[in-house]
């Protein structure tokens, strides 16, 4: 007997349902990117492996799915390589690509090779799987959709004003209530100089990163553990505590950061970008999160998370300002920023709030009753006449009995039935069934398309 087929863990298939719920958000945000002005681009599912590594700091690296070569990549190695330890070093000979692990960093690859072709500051969006090799659970996927939006090639802080309008307008559209928590690295790199400790800013924004996880407790034993001094571990404390309104947030860092020129920079750049948020004010609610940190190495300026209000499973959308990813690929000198949204996690909070439009909104509208070949011939130039004006339709395929026809009518949760039989044509007219009422009424073709029309 053969073993029943399966898929990797950490990897999902999709019903025609779940796909329309999908759909709804892709188009969703789709359309309030090109509303923005951001215009379109795909990248490769597999990068050189030299583009990705060194990206996402020592964990994120431990994550990259990584592709053997093609061929027998063993006939090139000698005895003694193969039996190499660590195994990360023979890992370098028979691996030269992988799969991306997120969309920010070949977007960075792409504006280098593609300089020459680009109108900067240039607004694209990409929405395309990634893949990372975590370890599955509730809320975390092997594969995932992210949706990037990026601006680069400009330094203003409108760009990360125009990113949080677009995080507010995608999801007030969604029905979704959400906080857009807000940060500044310059202001953690400001706090790090502070304490005494500047040259582990990137172990202290690690372990921030963890603190809604594992706690203060074992961040900072984490912190320790780096080699921070207790003295250093003590004046940061303070700041992973700190409590209340934005105003009085803003006026315990400029406490904290008096002395520290990068610090006080970051500080200023936060509070023009709430100015900008106060000037209009959004739908959703935004905060200052002086431990939100974001664990990628690339962010260097304003970072960006956002977490439902409704329903708890960790951040939904999230990025920053990253002056420095291009040089990485030989292009000095250019500013971008980002957010992705992360359309899986937003899809389990949809579905757990039960926010998405009933499945007739997403599917058919309209389903023709099959009587035969004779009754065929006429539905035909209707069912042209709904589909040109937008309407989803259906005639069934086979003349078979009217139950099996309507149990899959609702089946389907197809809200509308129409019947077309010898009187109908007789009389010019169609039999319109509304599935969940169970009113039916006599209408003529014109009629009908303004009726499903009007329905939606």
Not at 44 to 49: G, R, V
Request: net charge negative; with cysteine; hydrophobic share 40%.
């Amino acid at each position: 007997m053969a073993d029943k087929p399966s898929i990797p863990k950490g990897t999902r298939d999709f019903s025609p349902l779940e796909m329309a719920r999908r759909n709804h958000i892709f188009d969703t945000i789709r359309r309030i990117f090109k509303v923005h002005g951001f215009l379109p681009i795909e990248t490769p599912a597999m990068e050189n492996l030299s583009t990705l590594m060194g990206k996402y700091g020592d964990e994120g690296d431990k994550l990259l799915f990584k592709i053997l070569n093609s061929g027998d990549f063993k006939s090139k190695l000698s005895p003694e390589e193969l039996s190499e330890t660590p195994a990360g070093r023979l890992g370098t000979k028979i691996s030269e690509k992988g799969l991306r692990y997120d969309l920010t960093v070949p977007f960075a690859r792409y504006v280098v090779q593609h300089r020459n072709e680009i109108d900067f500051p240039f607004k694209r969006y990409q929405i395309q799987p990634v893949w990372r090799a975590d370890r599955p659970q509730r809320g975390r996927y092997r594969e995932f959709y992210q949706c990037d939006v990026d601006v680069i090639g400009s330094n203003s802080l409108l760009n990360e004003f125009e990113l949080i309008q677009i995080i507010d307008e995608v999801f007030q559209a969604l029905s979704l209530k959400v906080v857009i928590k807000l940060n500044n690295r310059k202001v953690l790199a400001g706090c790090a100089e502070v304490i005494g400790a500047p040259e582990q800013m990137i172990d202290i924004t690690v372990a921030i990163d963890k603190l809604e996880k594992i706690g203060l407790e074992k961040v900072l034993a984490e912190l320790v553990q780096k080699g921070l001094s207790p003295d250093s571990v003590t004046k940061l404390e303070p700041l992973l505590k700190m409590e209340g309104s934005t105003a009085e947030k803003l006026i315990f860092l400029a406490g904290f950061l008096e002395g520290s020129e990068l610090g006080m920079a970051g500080l200023q750049e936060v509070r023009t970008l709430l100015a900008y948020v106060e000037a209009d004010p959004l739908g959703s609610e935004v905060e200052l999160d002086l431990t939100l940190a974001r664990g990628l190495n690339y962010y260097t300026g304003s970072i960006l998370e956002v977490k439902s209000a409704e329903y708890a499973i960790g951040s939904i959308c999230g990025g920053g300002r990253y002056d420095d990813l291009t040089g990485i690929f030989g292009l000095e000198g250019v500013s971008g920023v980002g957010v992705s949204f992360g359309a899986d996690r937003i899809y389990d909070v949809l579905l757990q709030l039960e926010r998405f439009p009933q499945r007739g909104d997403l599917d058919t509208r309209l389903l023709f009753v099959n009587f035969g070949e004779a009754e065929v011939k006429h539905i035909i130039p209707i069912l042209g006449r709904l589909r040109k004006s937008g309407i989803a339709s259906e005639l069934y395929p086979d003349q078979t009995k009217m139950k099996k026809q309507m149990n899959y009518a609702n089946n389907r949760k197809i809200p509308f039935v129409a019947l077309l039989g010898e009187q109908e044509i007789a009389d010019g007219m169609i039999t319109l069934k509304d599935m969940e009422t169970g009113m039916q009424e006599r209408l003529t073709p014109e009629q009908l398309v303004e009726r499903i029309s009007s329905a939606k």
